[in-house]
Protein backbone atom coordinates (compact mmCIF):
# COMPACT_ATOMS: atom_id res chain seq x y z
CA UNK A 1 0.00 0.00 0.00
CA UNK A 2 2.67 2.60 0.61
CA UNK A 3 3.76 1.94 -2.38
CA UNK A 4 0.76 2.50 -4.29
CA UNK A 5 0.61 5.63 -2.25
CA UNK A 6 4.19 6.93 -3.68
CA UNK A 7 3.08 5.73 -6.84
CA UNK A 8 0.30 8.04 -7.20
CA UNK A 9 1.99 11.20 -5.70
CA UNK A 10 4.80 10.31 -8.20
CA UNK A 11 2.73 10.41 -10.88
CA UNK A 12 0.99 13.27 -10.05
CA UNK A 13 4.02 15.26 -9.58
CA UNK A 14 5.06 14.09 -13.34
CA UNK A 15 1.97 15.32 -14.45
CA UNK A 16 2.41 18.68 -13.14
CA UNK A 17 5.97 18.80 -14.62
CA UNK A 18 4.75 17.74 -17.95
CA UNK A 19 1.68 20.29 -17.74
CA UNK A 20 4.28 23.17 -16.75
CA UNK A 21 7.32 22.50 -19.24
CA UNK A 22 10.62 21.04 -18.13
CA UNK A 23 13.53 23.21 -18.09
CA UNK A 24 15.28 23.84 -14.86
CA UNK A 25 12.35 25.85 -12.96
CA UNK A 26 9.71 23.11 -12.55
CA UNK A 27 12.13 20.18 -12.82
CA UNK A 28 11.13 17.04 -10.22
CA UNK A 29 15.06 15.65 -10.84
CA UNK A 30 13.31 11.92 -10.40
CA UNK A 31 13.82 9.04 -12.98
CA UNK A 32 11.33 8.55 -14.89
CA UNK A 33 11.54 4.66 -13.70
CA UNK A 34 8.63 5.86 -10.50
CA UNK A 35 11.40 5.52 -7.88
CA UNK A 36 10.45 4.33 -4.34
CA UNK A 37 11.13 7.25 -2.86
CA UNK A 38 10.49 10.94 -3.48
CA UNK A 39 11.90 13.51 -1.90
CA UNK A 40 10.70 17.09 -0.21
CA UNK A 41 12.76 19.00 -2.83
CA UNK A 42 11.68 17.16 -5.95
CA UNK A 43 8.50 18.08 -4.95
CA UNK A 44 8.13 21.86 -4.06
CA UNK A 45 8.10 23.52 -7.17
CA UNK A 46 5.78 21.30 -8.51
CA UNK A 47 2.96 22.17 -5.33
CA UNK A 48 3.73 26.28 -5.62
CA UNK A 49 3.24 26.11 -9.32
CA UNK A 50 -0.09 23.58 -9.45
CA UNK A 51 -1.69 26.17 -7.46
CA UNK A 52 -0.84 28.68 -9.55
CA UNK A 53 -1.53 26.76 -12.57
CA UNK A 54 -5.38 26.33 -10.90
CA UNK A 55 -5.67 29.90 -10.18
CA UNK A 56 -4.64 30.88 -13.92
CA UNK A 57 -5.97 28.23 -16.29
CA UNK A 58 -9.72 27.56 -16.68
CA UNK A 59 -11.24 29.49 -13.31
CA UNK A 60 -9.54 32.50 -14.57
CA UNK A 61 -10.93 32.55 -17.98
CA UNK A 62 -14.15 31.85 -16.27
CA UNK A 63 -14.04 35.03 -13.54
CA UNK A 64 -12.30 37.03 -15.84
CA UNK A 65 -15.24 37.09 -18.01
CA UNK A 66 -18.05 36.81 -14.72
CA UNK A 67 -16.13 40.13 -13.66
CA UNK A 68 -15.97 41.92 -16.54
CA UNK A 69 -12.34 42.50 -17.15
CA UNK A 70 -12.38 40.43 -20.61
CA UNK A 71 -15.53 39.56 -22.87
CA UNK A 72 -15.61 35.50 -23.89
CA UNK A 73 -15.42 35.77 -28.12
CA UNK A 74 -15.75 32.30 -28.36
CA UNK A 75 -15.67 28.79 -26.78
CA UNK A 76 -16.33 28.12 -23.35
CA UNK A 77 -15.64 31.92 -22.13
CA UNK A 78 -18.48 32.87 -24.49
CA UNK A 79 -20.84 30.33 -22.74
CA UNK A 80 -19.61 32.06 -19.21
CA UNK A 81 -20.08 35.67 -20.47
CA UNK A 82 -24.01 35.02 -21.14
CA UNK A 83 -23.90 32.69 -17.22
CA UNK A 84 -24.57 29.29 -18.90
CA UNK A 85 -22.51 26.54 -16.76
CA UNK A 86 -22.54 22.85 -15.80
CA UNK A 87 -21.19 20.03 -14.14
CA UNK A 88 -18.95 19.72 -17.41
CA UNK A 89 -17.01 22.60 -16.77
CA UNK A 90 -14.09 22.52 -14.45
CA UNK A 91 -13.50 18.72 -14.60
CA UNK A 92 -9.64 19.08 -15.37
CA UNK A 93 -9.19 21.85 -12.92
CA UNK A 94 -10.78 19.73 -9.99
CA UNK A 95 -9.47 16.44 -10.76
CA UNK A 96 -5.91 17.01 -12.52
CA UNK A 97 -5.32 20.81 -11.37
CA UNK A 98 -6.34 20.77 -7.53
CA UNK A 99 -7.36 17.44 -6.21
CA UNK A 100 -4.90 15.49 -8.17
CA UNK A 101 -2.21 18.06 -8.93
CA UNK A 102 -1.22 20.64 -6.09
CA UNK A 103 -2.87 18.93 -2.89
CA UNK A 104 -1.84 15.68 -3.69
CA UNK A 105 1.63 16.81 -4.45
CA UNK A 106 1.82 18.87 -1.46
CA UNK A 107 0.22 16.68 1.18
CA UNK A 108 2.97 14.26 -0.38
CA UNK A 109 5.87 16.76 0.54
CA UNK A 110 4.37 17.59 3.83
CA UNK A 111 4.80 14.21 4.55
CA UNK A 112 8.10 12.91 3.32
CA UNK A 113 9.11 16.15 5.09
CA UNK A 114 7.99 15.42 8.52
CA UNK A 115 9.87 12.09 8.06
CA UNK A 116 13.26 13.79 7.33
CA UNK A 117 12.39 16.35 10.04
CA UNK A 118 12.60 19.01 6.87
CA UNK A 119 10.30 21.22 8.74
CA UNK A 120 10.86 24.05 6.18
CA UNK A 121 9.02 22.48 3.78
CA UNK A 122 6.03 20.74 5.42
CA UNK A 123 5.75 24.23 6.39
CA UNK A 124 5.39 25.56 2.81
CA UNK A 125 3.48 22.52 2.27
CA UNK A 126 0.60 23.43 4.21
CA UNK A 127 0.22 27.07 3.68
CA UNK A 128 -0.25 26.24 -0.32
CA UNK A 129 -2.72 23.57 1.09
CA UNK A 130 -4.83 26.02 2.60
CA UNK A 131 -4.45 28.67 -0.43
CA UNK A 132 -5.39 26.02 -2.32
CA UNK A 133 -8.25 24.10 -0.32
CA UNK A 134 -9.66 27.87 0.12
CA UNK A 135 -9.40 27.82 -3.52
CA UNK A 136 -11.57 25.05 -3.96
CA UNK A 137 -14.26 25.69 -1.44
CA UNK A 138 -14.54 29.56 -2.60
CA UNK A 139 -15.64 27.97 -5.36
CA UNK A 140 -17.66 25.03 -5.54
CA UNK A 141 -18.69 25.73 -1.61
CA UNK A 142 -18.53 22.00 0.47
CA UNK A 143 -16.34 20.01 -0.72
CA UNK A 144 -13.86 17.06 0.45
CA UNK A 145 -11.06 18.37 2.83
CA UNK A 146 -10.69 16.17 5.85
CA UNK A 147 -11.19 13.05 4.43
CA UNK A 148 -9.25 13.95 1.02
CA UNK A 149 -6.34 12.41 -0.51
CA UNK A 150 -7.02 9.59 1.99
CA UNK A 151 -7.56 6.79 -1.37
CA UNK A 152 -4.91 5.23 -0.17
CA UNK A 153 -6.64 4.69 3.09
CA UNK A 154 -10.01 3.07 2.04
CA UNK A 155 -11.76 6.85 1.71
CA UNK A 156 -12.49 6.13 -2.21
CA UNK A 157 -15.49 8.71 -1.27
CA UNK A 158 -14.65 11.51 0.94
CA UNK A 159 -17.14 13.40 2.75
CA UNK A 160 -18.08 16.43 1.79
CA UNK A 161 -17.52 18.93 4.40
CA UNK A 162 -19.12 22.34 4.75
CA UNK A 163 -17.74 25.49 3.91
CA UNK A 164 -18.32 26.48 7.61
CA UNK A 165 -16.72 23.49 8.92
CA UNK A 166 -13.68 23.86 6.42
CA UNK A 167 -13.66 27.73 7.71
CA UNK A 168 -14.26 27.27 11.36
CA UNK A 169 -13.63 23.65 12.00
CA UNK A 170 -15.42 21.26 13.78
CA UNK A 171 -14.07 18.84 16.30
CA UNK A 172 -16.16 16.44 16.68
CA UNK A 173 -15.84 15.95 13.24
CA UNK A 174 -12.21 15.61 13.04
CA UNK A 175 -12.06 18.71 10.93
CA UNK A 176 -8.82 21.40 11.27
CA UNK A 177 -9.91 24.66 10.28
CA UNK A 178 -8.00 26.47 7.29
CA UNK A 179 -6.56 28.63 10.19
CA UNK A 180 -5.31 25.93 11.94
CA UNK A 181 -3.48 24.54 8.60
CA UNK A 182 -2.22 27.97 8.43
CA UNK A 183 -0.86 28.23 11.59
CA UNK A 184 0.80 24.42 11.74
CA UNK A 185 2.44 25.67 8.63
CA UNK A 186 3.50 29.25 9.90
CA UNK A 187 4.97 27.18 13.08
CA UNK A 188 6.95 24.63 11.26
CA UNK A 189 8.97 27.31 9.33
CA UNK A 190 9.95 28.02 12.68
CA UNK A 191 11.05 24.90 13.97
CA UNK A 192 14.36 23.43 13.44
CA UNK A 193 14.56 21.92 9.54
CA UNK A 194 16.86 19.34 8.46
CA UNK A 195 16.52 20.66 4.82
CA UNK A 196 16.53 24.29 3.48
CA UNK A 197 14.89 24.99 0.60
CA UNK A 198 16.96 27.15 -2.01
CA UNK A 199 16.03 27.22 -5.80
CA UNK A 200 13.70 24.50 -5.87
CA UNK A 201 11.18 27.45 -4.22
CA UNK A 202 10.37 29.30 -6.98
CA UNK A 203 8.76 32.18 -4.82
CA UNK A 204 11.16 33.16 -2.45
CA UNK A 205 14.30 31.40 -3.35
CA UNK A 206 13.96 29.74 0.46
CA UNK A 207 13.51 32.92 2.20
CA UNK A 208 11.19 31.55 5.15
CA UNK A 209 10.38 34.75 6.62
CA UNK A 210 8.46 35.54 3.51
CA UNK A 211 6.42 32.63 4.02
CA UNK A 212 5.70 33.00 7.02
CA UNK A 213 4.29 36.75 5.67
CA UNK A 214 2.85 35.20 3.31
CA UNK A 215 1.15 32.36 5.50
CA UNK A 216 -0.15 35.25 8.00
CA UNK A 217 -1.89 37.27 4.57
CA UNK A 218 -3.36 34.40 3.83
CA UNK A 219 -4.96 34.27 7.11
CA UNK A 220 -6.24 37.50 6.87
CA UNK A 221 -7.74 37.05 2.87
CA UNK A 222 -9.60 34.10 4.19
CA UNK A 223 -10.39 36.01 7.79
CA UNK A 224 -12.05 39.03 5.77
CA UNK A 225 -13.96 36.51 3.49
CA UNK A 226 -15.95 34.75 6.37
CA UNK A 227 -16.38 38.14 7.92
CA UNK A 228 -19.72 39.03 7.51
CA UNK A 229 -20.87 35.90 8.22
CA UNK A 230 -18.23 35.92 11.91
CA UNK A 231 -17.31 39.57 12.14
CA UNK A 232 -15.78 38.71 15.45
CA UNK A 233 -13.96 35.60 14.95
CA UNK A 234 -12.86 37.22 11.64
CA UNK A 235 -11.41 40.10 13.80
CA UNK A 236 -9.74 38.03 15.97
CA UNK A 237 -8.15 36.19 13.29
CA UNK A 238 -6.77 39.69 11.56
CA UNK A 239 -5.52 40.71 14.82
CA UNK A 240 -3.32 37.48 15.91
CA UNK A 241 -1.58 37.95 12.00
CA UNK A 242 -1.03 41.65 12.83
CA UNK A 243 1.29 40.78 15.40
CA UNK A 244 3.17 38.31 12.88
CA UNK A 245 5.27 39.62 9.73
CA UNK A 246 2.96 40.25 6.98
CA UNK A 247 3.23 41.06 2.95
CA UNK A 248 3.78 44.83 3.66
CA UNK A 249 6.04 45.08 0.44
CA UNK A 250 5.76 44.31 -3.23
CA UNK A 251 8.97 42.30 -3.04
CA UNK A 252 7.25 39.86 -0.48
CA UNK A 253 3.99 38.75 -2.60
CA UNK A 254 3.61 35.23 -3.01
CA UNK A 255 3.90 35.56 -6.91
CA UNK A 256 4.60 31.95 -9.03
CA UNK A 257 6.77 32.60 -12.14
CA UNK A 258 6.82 30.17 -14.87
CA UNK A 259 9.12 29.54 -17.64
CA UNK A 260 9.63 31.39 -21.18
CA UNK A 261 9.02 28.74 -23.59
CA UNK A 262 5.85 26.84 -25.31
CA UNK A 263 4.52 24.18 -22.70
CA UNK A 264 5.94 25.89 -19.28
CA UNK A 265 4.14 29.57 -19.72
CA UNK A 266 1.34 30.96 -17.33
CA UNK A 267 -1.68 29.22 -18.36
CA UNK A 268 -3.49 32.38 -18.91
CA UNK A 269 -0.31 33.98 -21.68
CA UNK A 270 -0.55 30.55 -23.24
CA UNK A 271 -4.37 30.88 -23.79
CA UNK A 272 -4.16 34.45 -24.76
CA UNK A 273 -1.15 34.51 -27.34
CA UNK A 274 -0.08 30.82 -28.29
CA UNK A 275 -2.93 28.20 -28.14
CA UNK A 276 -5.65 27.35 -30.70
CA UNK A 277 -7.49 29.12 -28.16
CA UNK A 278 -6.14 32.21 -28.24
CA UNK A 279 -9.20 34.38 -30.34
CA UNK A 280 -11.78 33.00 -27.26
CA UNK A 281 -11.22 36.22 -25.41
CA UNK A 282 -11.04 39.51 -25.82
CA UNK A 283 -10.60 43.13 -23.51
CA UNK A 284 -13.86 44.07 -22.32
CA UNK A 285 -15.22 47.42 -23.69
CA UNK A 286 -16.41 47.67 -19.61
CA UNK A 287 -13.30 47.37 -18.46
CA UNK A 288 -11.64 50.06 -20.66
CA UNK A 289 -14.26 52.18 -19.63
CA UNK A 290 -14.18 52.09 -16.25
CA UNK A 291 -10.35 52.80 -16.05
CA UNK A 292 -10.89 55.83 -18.54
CA UNK A 293 -13.32 57.15 -16.39
CA UNK A 294 -10.89 57.46 -13.56
CA UNK A 295 -7.92 58.32 -15.79
CA UNK A 296 -6.02 55.37 -14.05
CA UNK A 297 -2.24 54.77 -15.74
CA UNK A 298 -2.54 51.31 -15.42
CA UNK A 299 -4.80 51.44 -18.25
CA UNK A 300 -2.16 51.09 -20.75
CA UNK A 301 0.11 48.83 -18.52
CA UNK A 302 -2.53 46.14 -18.70
CA UNK A 303 -4.22 46.40 -21.72
CA UNK A 304 -2.39 45.99 -25.18
CA UNK A 305 -3.51 49.03 -28.04
CA UNK A 306 -3.11 47.40 -30.85
CA UNK A 307 -4.82 49.93 -33.20
CA UNK A 308 -2.23 52.67 -31.86
CA UNK A 309 0.34 50.99 -34.33
CA UNK A 310 -1.78 50.85 -37.59
CA UNK A 311 -2.75 54.86 -37.23
CA UNK A 312 -1.67 56.41 -33.82
CA UNK A 313 -2.53 60.21 -34.80
CA UNK A 314 -6.14 59.15 -36.31
CA UNK A 315 -6.86 56.17 -33.88
CA UNK A 316 -5.31 57.81 -30.39
CA UNK A 317 -5.07 56.00 -27.20
CA UNK A 318 -7.60 53.34 -29.06
CA UNK A 319 -8.82 49.57 -28.24
CA UNK A 320 -10.38 47.16 -29.61
CA UNK A 321 -13.02 45.49 -27.61
CA UNK A 322 -16.45 44.35 -27.18
CA UNK A 323 -19.07 44.53 -24.20
CA UNK A 324 -19.63 41.39 -21.99
CA UNK A 325 -22.36 39.31 -24.17
CA UNK A 326 -22.02 40.71 -27.06
CA UNK A 327 -23.27 38.62 -29.87
CA UNK A 328 -22.71 40.67 -33.12
CA UNK A 329 -19.67 40.26 -35.24
CA UNK A 330 -16.26 40.16 -33.58
CA UNK A 331 -13.98 43.02 -34.63
CA UNK A 332 -11.59 42.03 -36.83
CA UNK A 333 -9.01 41.09 -37.81
CA UNK A 334 -8.42 39.40 -34.67
CA UNK A 335 -4.57 40.74 -34.70
CA UNK A 336 -6.11 44.21 -33.76
CA UNK A 337 -8.05 43.08 -30.53
CA UNK A 338 -7.28 44.56 -27.11
CA UNK A 339 -5.96 41.27 -24.90
CA UNK A 340 -4.31 41.53 -21.17
CA UNK A 341 -1.16 42.66 -21.98
CA UNK A 342 2.50 40.68 -21.48
CA UNK A 343 3.38 43.73 -18.65
CA UNK A 344 0.44 42.18 -16.65
CA UNK A 345 0.97 38.23 -18.11
CA UNK A 346 4.74 38.58 -18.18
CA UNK A 347 7.38 38.69 -21.81
CA UNK A 348 6.92 35.42 -22.99
CA UNK A 349 4.59 33.88 -20.92
CA UNK A 350 6.72 34.11 -17.70
CA UNK A 351 4.39 35.81 -15.22
CA UNK A 352 4.10 36.12 -12.04
CA UNK A 353 0.49 35.08 -11.07
CA UNK A 354 -0.17 36.84 -8.03
CA UNK A 355 -1.89 34.81 -5.39
CA UNK A 356 -1.33 37.47 -3.18
CA UNK A 357 0.10 40.90 -3.22
CA UNK A 358 1.03 43.92 -0.90
CA UNK A 359 -1.61 46.15 -2.64
CA UNK A 360 -4.42 43.22 -1.61
CA UNK A 361 -2.91 42.78 1.92
CA UNK A 362 -3.17 46.71 2.31
CA UNK A 363 -6.80 47.21 0.84
CA UNK A 364 -8.00 44.16 3.25
CA UNK A 365 -6.64 45.78 6.11
CA UNK A 366 -8.30 49.32 5.00
CA UNK A 367 -12.32 47.61 4.28
CA UNK A 368 -11.37 45.43 7.86
CA UNK A 369 -10.20 48.89 9.89
CA UNK A 370 -13.72 50.42 8.74
CA UNK A 371 -16.04 47.32 9.25
CA UNK A 372 -14.81 44.65 11.93
CA UNK A 373 -15.70 45.76 15.27
CA UNK A 374 -12.46 44.94 18.07
CA UNK A 375 -9.69 45.12 15.20
CA UNK A 376 -6.30 46.34 16.10
CA UNK A 377 -6.41 48.56 13.90
CA UNK A 378 -8.74 51.99 13.82
CA UNK A 379 -11.29 53.28 11.22
CA UNK A 380 -8.89 56.36 11.11
CA UNK A 381 -6.32 54.40 9.69
CA UNK A 382 -8.21 53.07 6.70
CA UNK A 383 -7.56 55.71 4.43
CA UNK A 384 -3.71 55.69 4.70
CA UNK A 385 -4.01 51.59 3.95
CA UNK A 386 -6.19 52.54 1.02
CA UNK A 387 -3.88 54.87 -0.51
CA UNK A 388 -1.17 52.31 0.09
CA UNK A 389 -2.73 49.68 -1.75
CA UNK A 390 -3.25 52.30 -4.78
CA UNK A 391 0.22 52.66 -4.79
CA UNK A 392 1.52 49.15 -3.93
CA UNK A 393 -0.80 48.45 -7.48
CA UNK A 394 0.69 51.07 -9.72
CA UNK A 395 3.92 50.33 -8.47
CA UNK A 396 3.59 46.55 -9.46
CA UNK A 397 2.26 47.80 -12.78
CA UNK A 398 5.12 49.58 -13.82
CA UNK A 399 3.47 52.73 -13.07
CA UNK A 400 6.96 55.43 -11.75
CA UNK A 401 6.58 57.11 -8.07
CA UNK A 402 6.39 60.22 -10.16
CA UNK A 403 3.76 59.56 -11.84
CA UNK A 404 1.76 58.06 -9.09
CA UNK A 405 2.13 60.98 -6.96
CA UNK A 406 0.62 63.08 -9.98
CA UNK A 407 -2.09 60.70 -10.13
CA UNK A 408 -3.19 61.80 -6.65
CA UNK A 409 -2.26 65.19 -6.90
CA UNK A 410 -4.77 65.00 -9.97
CA UNK A 411 -7.35 62.89 -8.79
CA UNK A 412 -8.48 63.35 -5.11
CA UNK A 413 -11.79 62.29 -5.11
CA UNK A 414 -10.31 58.51 -6.33
CA UNK A 415 -8.07 58.45 -4.07
CA UNK A 416 -9.60 59.76 -0.45
CA UNK A 417 -12.22 57.78 1.05
CA UNK A 418 -15.12 60.03 1.59
CA UNK A 419 -18.85 59.65 2.70
CA UNK A 420 -21.20 56.75 4.58
CA UNK A 421 -18.92 53.31 5.79
CA UNK A 422 -20.91 51.33 3.24
CA UNK A 423 -19.86 53.71 0.66
CA UNK A 424 -16.00 54.08 1.57
CA UNK A 425 -16.03 50.02 1.27
CA UNK A 426 -17.33 50.75 -2.15
CA UNK A 427 -14.56 53.01 -3.37
CA UNK A 428 -11.92 50.29 -1.64
CA UNK A 429 -13.21 47.22 -3.57
CA UNK A 430 -13.52 49.38 -6.91
CA UNK A 431 -9.90 50.08 -6.09
CA UNK A 432 -9.38 46.53 -5.38
CA UNK A 433 -10.65 45.34 -8.55
CA UNK A 434 -8.21 47.52 -10.82
CA UNK A 435 -5.30 45.73 -8.17
CA UNK A 436 -6.35 42.40 -9.01
CA UNK A 437 -6.50 42.46 -12.74
CA UNK A 438 -4.94 39.19 -13.62
CA UNK A 439 -6.54 37.83 -10.23
CA UNK A 440 -9.89 38.11 -10.74
CA UNK A 441 -10.98 34.89 -8.44
CA UNK A 442 -10.63 36.69 -5.60
CA UNK A 443 -12.49 39.66 -7.37
CA UNK A 444 -15.64 37.12 -7.89
CA UNK A 445 -14.98 36.25 -3.84
CA UNK A 446 -15.33 40.25 -3.35
CA UNK A 447 -17.99 40.56 -5.38
CA UNK A 448 -20.18 37.90 -3.71
CA UNK A 449 -19.29 38.74 -0.53
CA UNK A 450 -19.85 42.47 -0.47
CA UNK A 451 -21.98 43.25 -3.84
CA UNK A 452 -19.01 45.06 -5.06
CA UNK A 453 -18.03 46.59 -7.64
CA UNK A 454 -21.25 46.95 -9.21
CA UNK A 455 -21.42 45.09 -12.62
CA UNK A 456 -24.62 45.51 -15.15
CA UNK A 457 -25.52 42.77 -15.60
CA UNK A 458 -24.31 40.84 -19.38
CA UNK A 459 -25.82 41.41 -23.02
CA UNK A 460 -27.75 38.13 -23.57
CA UNK A 461 -27.59 36.88 -20.21
CA UNK A 462 -29.14 33.42 -20.01
CA UNK A 463 -27.91 31.49 -17.18
CA UNK A 464 -30.64 31.40 -14.06
CA UNK A 465 -33.05 34.65 -13.87
CA UNK A 466 -30.11 36.23 -16.15
CA UNK A 467 -27.74 36.63 -13.12
CA UNK A 468 -24.05 36.22 -12.60
CA UNK A 469 -23.13 32.22 -11.12
CA UNK A 470 -22.89 32.38 -7.35
CA UNK A 471 -20.69 29.71 -7.33
CA UNK A 472 -19.40 26.32 -9.99
CA UNK A 473 -21.46 23.63 -10.02
CA UNK A 474 -20.02 20.15 -9.33
CA UNK A 475 -18.20 17.78 -11.39
CA UNK A 476 -20.62 15.73 -13.36
CA UNK A 477 -17.80 12.79 -12.39
CA UNK A 478 -17.65 12.83 -8.92
CA UNK A 479 -21.44 13.68 -8.33
CA UNK A 480 -21.72 10.03 -9.97
CA UNK A 481 -18.97 8.39 -8.39
CA UNK A 482 -19.23 9.55 -4.70
CA UNK A 483 -22.93 9.71 -2.81
CA UNK A 484 -21.84 12.07 -0.90
CA UNK A 485 -22.27 15.29 -3.05
CA UNK A 486 -25.39 16.48 -3.55
CA UNK A 487 -26.74 18.99 -7.13
CA UNK A 488 -25.57 22.39 -5.95
CA UNK A 489 -27.13 24.74 -8.45
CA UNK A 490 -25.20 27.63 -9.22
CA UNK A 491 -27.06 30.56 -8.15
CA UNK A 492 -26.99 29.22 -4.52
CA UNK A 493 -24.60 30.98 -2.23
CA UNK A 494 -21.93 29.84 -0.43
CA UNK A 495 -21.77 29.71 3.48
CA UNK A 496 -19.59 33.09 3.84
CA UNK A 497 -21.73 34.78 0.79
CA UNK A 498 -25.00 36.61 3.31
CA UNK A 499 -25.74 39.16 0.94
Known amino acids: MKRK ?59 SVLMDYLAGAAGSPATYDVYTT ?49 LATDVWGDVPYSEALKGDAGVAQPRVDSQADIYKGNAALGIQSLFDLMREGIADLDAPS ?27 KHALQMSRREPQLAAAIINEALTRPYINDNAQNLAVKFGPVVNSQSPIYNYTYVSLFRDDLIVSTRYVERLRALNDPRLRRFVTFPLDKVDPVNVPDSVRTIDNGFSGTRPQPSSTWSRWSPTLLGENGVGPVRLLTNAQRAFILAEAALTLPGLTIPATQAQALYAEGIRASMLDAGVTPAEINAYFAANPTVVTLSGTTEEQVEQII ?70
Not at 107 to 121: F, L, P, R, S, V
Not at 196 to 217: E, H, M
Not at 466 to 477: F, K, N, S
Open 430 to 499: NQKYIAQTGNPLETWNDWRRTGYPNLPEHQNAVGINGTRPLRAQYIDQEIARNPNFEVQLPNVPVWWDVD
Open 194 to 220: TLQPGTDDIVYGGNLTNWKRAGNTLMM
Open 86 to 134: NGADFGNQWRFEIYGGALITNQKMIETADEAGAKAYSGIGKIMNAYTFG
Open 5 to 63: RILQYTLAASLLSGVYGCNDYLDINQSPNLPEEVSPQSLLASGIAGAAFANANELTRFT
